[in-house]
């Protein structure tokens, strides 16, 4: 595979220090590269995922990945594409973040292979037993100041009047190329790629290297993904979307990619999945001919879904999230009731209501907030628009008791084809 074309192909390389020569290189074989990431939470979340699966793409070509956790530039913070100084973390805590990450990267990563297999390592083994009279000495002598304070991302915060950049994190480009004059010496590793707010921190690396080892060696920064309307990626009103299940459910996870914008559809089929070209051209296809079938959004969100949760736990996001379309509640785990019940309002009812004779379904459509009252929610009956737990009711005498309650405690009610209400017995 020329990985490099692949790359390019699905807009994935951002700059890169010399493509060519790069491309030569890795004509005559097997290259280790690496990508950092700081580990400032004990998840990773869908911003992360472009430059890992940048990884799994070159150990899918062949090559040999590093994955570089920050035990040492995550206790300093990166000042890249940020306004203001990171809250410092102690060691345990970035301890328990990176072993917590662990069990995500080996969704994204093969470190099991006996070809090419990943690796997993933390530059604080490196770096903590580093003197800060040695590294001085060492490192700081080959940087100058003046070239400093003219990367981007120190530049940035040096003209912020309001906080600056103190001298912790201006030091934080220092630790970075460490980590690749390190890694280039103790693992022979030849290319760094990151997000392209890293090029500064990358190209820095190169420079130290050379100096340092008389080696050549290479840098590739992958685009920082932006939505079309102009928000963050991998935002939402409830904040991050996690990898971490417990942080972000497996239905919204799923949702998240499902409401992807249609102008950024098939841009995100090409940065965030494996699906082979011809397969992408044809979903483009099919999406520019009938944007309302949704069928990129849907495989979209599938293959992310599936890459990150498995099959299993994709399948009952899925069948979740046509609930909302009238689609089959029976088999659906409580937890996975509960994320979709989240979607739509809700009011609860006082469950000896559905005790005894229970309550009649015009009363409870009120209730509910379906209908204005007795005479509306009778017609609307009348006319077949009334669904319960999505189950067509046209009986204008329906009594509803707790043997219809879901997982014990929930009445999920629909008018016409989109207009939800849910009922919480308590």
Not at 84 to 96: K, P, S
Not at 326 to 350: Q, W
């Amino acid at each position: 595979m020329d990985i490099l074309a692949e790359l390019q192909w699905r807009g994935l390389v951002a700059d890169c220090t010399d493509t060519e020569e790069l491309t030569k290189r890795m004509a005559t074989g097997p290259i280790t590269l690496y990508c950092g990431f700081d580990p400032t939470a004990d998840s990773l979340h869908v911003g992360n995922l472009v430059p890992l699966l940048g990884l799994r793409r070159f150990q899918l070509a062949g090559h040999r990945p590093i994955a570089l956790a920050g035990g040492a530039t995550g206790s300093i913070g990166d000042p890249s594409g940020k306004s203001q100084e990171r809250v410092l973390l102690t060691t345990e805590h970035i301890a328990a973040n990176i072993a917590s990450v662990k069990g995500q990267l080996a969704r994204l990563l093969d470190f099991e292979t006996s070809a090419n297999p990943a690796r997993l390592l933390d530059n604080a083994d490196w770096t903590t037993p580093v003197s800060y009279i040695d590294f001085l000495r060492e490192i700081g002598k080959h940087f100058s100041v003046n070239m400093m304070v003219h990367k981007e991302s120190v530049k940035a915060r040096m003209e912020d009047r309001d906080h600056g950049i103190s001298y912790t994190e201006f030091s934080y480009m220092l630790l970075q190329a460490f980590d690749f004059y390190h890694l280039c010496r103790e693992a022979d590793c030849e290319l760094q790629i990151g997000g392209s707010d890293q090029w500064g921190n990358i190209t820095a690396g190169i420079d130290l290297t050379r100096k340092k080892l008389s080696r050549h060696v290479w840098g590739l920064t992958l685009p920082l993904i932006t939505n079309a309307d102009g928000t963050k990626f991998g935002k939402t009103e409830k904040g991050a979307v996690w990898l971490d299940p417990a942080k972000t459910s497996i239905y919204r996870f799923y949702q998240f990619w499902i409401n992807t914008d249609d102008r950024d559809v098939v841009r995100y089929l090409k940065y965030f999945t494996f699906l082979p070209r011809e397969e992408v051209d044809a979903l483009e296809a099919a999406h520019n001919e009938n944007p309302g079938q949704r069928a990129a959004h849907r495989a979209l969100a599938q293959a992310v879904t599936e890459m990150i949760h498995g099959e299993a736990a994709t399948a009952d996001a899925v069948k979740a999230s046509q609930i909302l379309f009238g689609g089959e509640i029976t088999g659906i785990s409580e937890a996975n009731f509960a994320d979709v019940a989240a979607e739509v309002p809700s009011t609860e009812i006082p469950a000896a209501d559905l005790t005894g004779e229970g309550a009649g379904l015009i009363s409870l459509l009120v209730t509910a907030g379906l209908a204005k009252s007795n005479g509306e929610a009778r017609r609307d009956l009348k006319g077949g628009g009334i669904y319960l737990n999505n189950e067509r009711e046209t009986d204008e005498n329906r009594v509803v008791k707790t043997d219809s309650l879901l997982f014990g405690k929930f009445l999920l009610l629909r008018k016409g084809k989109k207009n939800y209400s849910l009922l919480i017995a308590a």
